[in-house]
């Protein structure tokens, strides 16, 4: 990544605040990124959902970084129990 790229944290602070910013929960903010409605949130919808609330276009690599630091399960997508948990930390 070069020094310029969002890290998994700096990414985490930015959606903090946009909660905040935007007077969203954790749980509107899911629903906006989820475009499917699969109860998941793929690479493209994370993607999509950061371009579409804080107006960043982010690389594959850096929405792979994201996915990989909050998919506690390890199924490549992100649920909204590791969403809620990721955003709520440091709180």
Known sequence: MSDDAWTANEALSNLRNALGEKGMSIDDMFGQFDADSDGTINGPELHHGIRDILGDV???GQISEIIKALDANE?????????????????
């Open 58 to 60: 982010l690389s594959p």
């Open 75 to 91: 199924d490549h997508r992100i649920d909204v129990a590791e969403l809620r948990q990721a955003l709520q930390e440091e709180e």
